[in-house]
T-cell receptor
Framework: GAVVSQHPSRVICKSGTSVKIECRSL??????MFWYRQFPKKSLMLMAT?????????EQGVEKDKFLINHASLTLSTLTVTSAHPEDSSFYIC??????????????FGPGTRLTVL | EDQVTQSPEALRLQEGESSSLNCSYT??????LFWYRQDPGKGPEFLFT???AGEEKEKERLKATLTKKESFLHITAPKPEDSATYLC???????????FGKGTTLSVSS
């Protein structure tokens, strides 16, 4: 149980284009989903937190107009990197937290999406 | 300031050589401590959640323990497939996010 999927697993795009990454909780409903970014040999950096049906909360320093997050249902959240540039190249990982959604509830992570912007 | 520190940064073991990984935290009102395993190029895989001092949980060759200031991940008779980065995390004081340690990269050779 508690499986989270991400699509695509890998994407290469040209500078200036937009890329959408999907995150789905397959066997549970997630009131809260999180988006992280991870640089090589570094730990996870939280970008934003999204709750179903409401606007995402972005961490300090994360541009909300560049990283658009939509959490349209209890099983789906999307991250759109708009007008991507080479510095946006990274490993993006989502996680989902169950219905109780409390701070002590486990976050289950997706497999990640490797974005390369040429 | 809420903080999570993991040590060692890297650990090399021979197959069968037991050891422990440490995770120390400074957050008041702990609401859970999480252990994850991450393989290269993949998302973290959930291992354990511990909620109170004295609690222990086991899964195959791994056992996690918790005190008021730190947690240990004990690896008994490790195998090469246990090689991975092990991450520890706690909720921040506001309960809005997980604070991750930098991880311990474990390499087990046969």
């Amino acid at each position: 149980g508690a499986v989270v999927s991400q699509h695509p697993s890998r994407v290469i795009c040209k500078s200036g284009t937009s890329v959408k990454i999907e995150c789905r909780s397959l066997d549970f409903q997630a009131t809260t989903m999180f988006w992280y970014r991870q640089f090589p040999k570094k730990s996870l950096m939280l970008m934003a937190t999204s709750n179903e049906g409401s606007k995402a909360t972005y961490e300090q320093g994360v541009e909300k107009d560049k990283f658009l997050i939509n959490h349209a249902s209890l099983t789906l959240s999307t991250l759109t990197v708009t007008s991507a540039h080479p510095e946006d190249s990274s490993f993006y990982i989502c996680s989902a937290q169950g219905l109780a959604g409390g701070p002590g509830d486990t976050q289950y992570f997706g497999p990640g999406t490797r974005l390369t912007v040429l | 300031e809420d903080q999570v520190t993991q040590s060692p940064e890297a650990l090399r073991l021979q197959e069968g050589e037991s050891s422990s990984l440490n995770c120390s935290y400074t957050v008041s009102g702990l609401r859970g401590l999480f252990w994850y395993r991450q393989d290269p190029g993949k998302g973290p895989e959930f291992l354990f959640t511990l909620y109170s001092a004295g609690e222990e949980k086991e899964k195959e060759r791994l056992k996690a323990t918790l005190t008021k200031k730190e947690s240990f991940l004990h690896i008994t008779a490790p195998k090469p497939e246990d090689s991975a980065t092990y991450l520890c995390a706690v909720p921040n004081q506001a309960g809005t996010a997980l604070i991750f340690g930098k991880g311990t990269t474990l390499s087990v050779s046969s």
